[in-house]
């Protein structure tokens, strides 16, 4: 199989071709490797070396010879090491059993290539960390694939791999593929196990799932790698059908909330603003019912809450490794801002915390009502197209925690608000940029709802077809 046939199919194509023989798992892998080595020395999305063979996959599965790649943070594979883009780790921390996803994940038939980089510990909107440089859009290198998943979009949008994992905290799946012109599904908390590791990673923010080229491809990952383990806190209800059936153009009339104003107030870049406008137009010629409104929240009282959220989890992760490492915390092994998050973090109480709580409550059931008139909520997904590499630079030192998360939010205005309130939200590419950027939209939905978003999803595939555009490095 040449590289430049395995680019043009998403990962269920390639999936068929291997299902109906055309061609084997081991043709398909080859190409997929000398894909991802025909770009990674313009993009920088791996850590370290591709593997000398694809992790095992159950080669039945629903995806079977896919390859794949899995982000350094939270997810793991047996005796892979993770650095969780961090100098701190050093050659990675190998763990001795498989998360429960990465389980699943094998059993769909995914087989991983390699580790994609990520800023360290996760808290970035781009990807340029001290201990593994910056990676770069394959729109244009010298933008940022947005982050923290970015060394996976970069791969995916590139066309080196069809699907890769991610992981969503404020935004982390949604941000890069609004940057690098990709469908990022951040699923409802609890639809995607968390197990072992963790119940609710971030107190609740933290979402594990993939970005994908295709609407198709995401709603049939989640189909395999939807449900609980024993021991998990949420139990949601299974699909009417499934999710691939809900991406279609739904048959019903929806009501849909269109809001092009930020909440924190953050300035929004046109091409942001068009793009978010011209799916809204999409979606009434399809026959929905689109009208500006927005959720009214205390964003003052977000933000504090949402900082100290992170901060916390920031200094558990931080102060925790260097424990175990046998090693002090400072600016020689973390980058200043993680530095400051965590030191911040530490000095937070239980009083603090129950806080928190309080107004995450609040915003939960803020946003519930407001959807309540709505079947979803419609937003540009980040402020601008991208950012410059550098702009996101977690190693400033001018910065303090708080400075540091309102230059990120800044850029991502629309992303925390369904972490904060388990909602699913998708970004799917809009109209792009005047430079040919892509520009994300987002749709956020009704806790457990993923079917709407899919189905609208799916439909704004089909207006405004993003699968026919290349970026300018791409696999060959």
Not at 364 to 385: K, M, N, V
Request: hydrophobic share 45%; aromatic share 8%; glycine share 10%.
């Amino acid at each position: 199989m040449q590289v430049s046939e395995y680019a043009e199919y998403d990962a269920t194509g390639l999936a068929e071709l291997v299902r109906t023989g055309q061609v084997t798992p081991a043709e398909v892998h080859a190409a997929g490797r000398q894909a991802v080595e025909s770009v990674n020395g313009q993009l920088n999305a791996l850590v370290g070396e591709l593997f000398e063979k694809p992790l095992e996959a159950d080669q039945t599965g629903p995806f079977g010879g896919v390859p794949f790649a899995i982000k350094d943070l939270v997810l793991h594979a047996e005796g892979i090491p993770q650095r969780a883009g961090c100098r701190m780790l050093g050659p990675g921390v190998p763990f001795p059993y498989d998360t429960a996803l990465m389980r699943r994940f094998r059993a769909a038939g995914l087989a991983a290539l390699g580790v994609t980089a990520t800023p360290e510990f996760g808290f970035n909107a781009s990807t340029e960390s001290v201990a593994n440089g910056p990676t770069r859009n394959p729109w244009d290198t010298s933008r940022s694939p947005g982050g923290s998943s970015g060394g996976s979009a970069a791969l995916v949008a590139a066309r080196a791999l069809p699907v890769a994992h991610a992981n969503d905290g404020g935004g982390s799946i949604r941000i890069p593929a609004a940057a690098s012109g990709l469908v990022g599904l951040k699923p409802s908390r609890g639809r995607v196990t968390v197990a072992p590791d963790y119940s609710d990673p971030l107190l609740g923010l933290g979402i594990e799932f993939a970005v994908t080229r295709t609407v198709r491809d995401a709603a049939a990952l989640l189909d395999a790698v939807a449900g609980s383990e024993p021991g998990d806190r949420y139990l949601l209800p299974d699909p009417a059908t499934t999710f691939l059936a809900a991406a279609r153009p739904p048959a019903a009339r929806l009501r849909i909330a269109l809001s092009t104003t930020a909440p924190n107030g953050a300035p929004l870049d046109a091409a942001c603003i068009d793009a978010a406008r011209a799916a809204a137009e999409a979606l009434q010629r399809a026959g929905h019912t689109v009208e500006e409104a927005a959720p009214e929240f205390d964003v003052a009282a977000f933000d504090d809450a949402n900082l100290k959220a992170w901060c916390s989890f920031l200094a558990d992760g931080a102060y925790g490794a260097a424990a175990a490492l046998g090693t002090e915390l400072s600016t020689e092994v973390l980058e200043h801002t993680t530095l400051a998050c965590a030191e911040y973090g530490a000095t937070l109480t239980a009083l603090d915390m129950y806080a928190v709580d309080r107004v995450f409550n609040a915003t939960t059931r803020t946003l519930a009502q407001f959807l309540t008139g709505y079947d979803a909520w419609l937003t540009p997904t980040t402020a601008a197209p991208n950012t410059a590499i550098g702009h996101l630079n977690a190693n400033d030192e001018s910065l303090d925690a708080r400075g540091w998360y309102d230059r990120i939010f800044t850029f991502a205005p629309f992303t925390a608000w369904s972490n904060v309130t388990g909602t699913p939200a998708i970004s799917v590419p809009g109209t792009p940029s005047p430079e040919g950027w892509p520009v994300g939209v987002q749709l956020v939905g009704r806790y457990a709802g993923e079917e709407t978003l899919l189905g609208l999803a799916a439909q704004l595939e089909e207006a405004l077809p993003w699968t026919d555009r290349r970026p300018a490095v791409v696999a060959r």
